[in-house]
Nanobody
């Protein structure tokens, strides 16, 4: 059975850090493009960071470049998102997703993704 389990969300002050983790089962994260999306209330789901171990590429939403880092651990079958210098506008429910047949042009297309985990809430507030 395919599962994605996201964890690590919480409440943090502006400028703080959080590390999200996505644990996969039923497939290998190394064989899929793995992406973190987020969705804030009243807004569309948007892609934040993607890693594709098949060709060692990463992709980031412009507003998180230099602050967020996505990484994978094939042995643990996990994908992490290190988030530094967090801002109030980063507040959202964060989801991890997996794409079996990745095309770079579709990196932020939610309909390209085959598997989704439940969200983990990140709140940035003083």
């Amino acid at each position: 059975e395919v599962q994605l389990q996201a964890s690590g969300g919480g409440l943090v002050q502006p400028g703080g850090s959080l590390r999200l983790s996505c644990a996969a089962s039923g497939f290998s994260v190394g064989d899929h493009a793995m992406t973190w999306f987020r969705q804030a209330p009243g807004k569309e789901r948007e892609g934040v960071a993607c890693i594709n171990d098949n060709d060692n590429t990463t992709y980031y939403l412009d507003s998180v470049k230099g602050r967020f880092t996505i990484s994978s651990d094939i042995g643990k079958n996990t994908v992490d998102l290190q988030m530094n210098n967090l801002r109030p506008e980063d507040t959202a429910n964060y989801f991890c997703a997996a794409d079996r047949a990745f095309h770079p042009a579709d990196v932020w297309d939610i309909f390209s993704y085959d598997y989704w985990g439940q969200g983990t809430q990140v709140t940035v507030s003083s």
